[in-house]
């Protein structure tokens, strides 16, 4: 399977999920009458960081693997201080997406190299750097933004995480 199709098409149909998270999340807060805000601004833990910075991430998880593996500068994302910011940060990130230039993306051989703050280095393929890296970060902060959701009192299930399996779905 090639990077790109491991990579953007998942991506993509996640972040899709996710906007259908926020808009359950606006849904909830609206009928319980509290300020939608609470959410972005809920975290698991003491120091985790909060929901609107997991949508950041997830984001920047997804733009930083197209730009890592086709060359290009990496974005620097702002964190949404609103659901109408973070809906917008996820549609820009869609867009990015989907002009992703997939032979670019497939061909890409170089070894990729992430710098933490900390100095340490990972350096790895284009395919170890998808499977190992980009992916996995990706999700995290995909699921740890549905876990604050949830535990908010968000009324969730798998069918809201995974939206797009309805489409395989038959009769027996």
């Given at each position: 399977?090639?990077?790109?199709?491991?990579?953007v098409p998942c991506?993509?149909?996640?972040?899709?999920?996710?906007?259908?998270l926020?808009?359950?999340?606006?849904?909830h807060?609206?009928?319980?009458?509290?300020?939608?805000q609470?959410?972005?601004?809920?975290?698991?833990?003491?120091?985790?960081?909060?929901?609107?910075?997991?949508?950041?991430?997830?984001?920047?998880?997804?733009?930083?693997?197209?730009?890592?593996?086709?060359?290009?500068?990496?974005?620097?994302?702002?964190?949404?201080?609103?659901?109408s910011?973070?809906?917008?940060?996820?549609?820009?990130?869609?867009?990015?997406?989907?002009?992703?230039?997939?032979?670019?993306?497939d061909?890409?051989e170089?070894t990729?190299?992430?710098?933490?703050?900390?100095?340490?280095?990972?350096?790895?393929?284009?395919?170890?750097?998808?499977?190992?890296?980009?992916?996995?970060?990706?999700?995290?902060?995909?699921?740890?933004?549905?876990?604050?959701l949830?535990?908010?009192?968000?009324?969730?299930?798998?069918?809201?995480?995974?939206?797009?399996?309805?489409?395989?779905?038959?009769?027996q």
């Open positions: 399977m090639s990077i790109y199709a491991i990579t991506f993509a149909q996640m972040l899709r999920s996710l906007q259908g926020l808009s359950k999340g606006e849904a807060a609206s009928e319980l009458a509290y300020d939608s609470n959410l972005l601004d809920a975290r698991l833990a003491p120091d985790m960081h909060t929901l609107a910075t997991q949508i950041r991430f997830a984001c920047t998880q997804a733009q930083e693997s197209v730009q890592r593996l086709t060359h290009q500068p990496l974005p620097v994302l702002s964190t949404p201080a609103t659901l910011e973070a809906r917008g940060l996820i549609e820009q990130t869609l867009q990015a997406l989907a002009s992703a230039d997939r032979e670019l993306i061909s890409s170089r990729i190299s992430i710098a933490l703050p900390d100095g340490t280095v990972f350096d790895m393929t284009a395919h170890e750097y998808a499977v190992n890296w980009a992916i996995p970060q990706f999700y995290f902060h995909l699921m740890t933004a549905y876990n604050i949830r535990h908010n009192g968000v009324p969730l299930g798998k069918a809201d995480y995974v939206p797009h399996m309805f489409a395989f779905v038959r009769a």
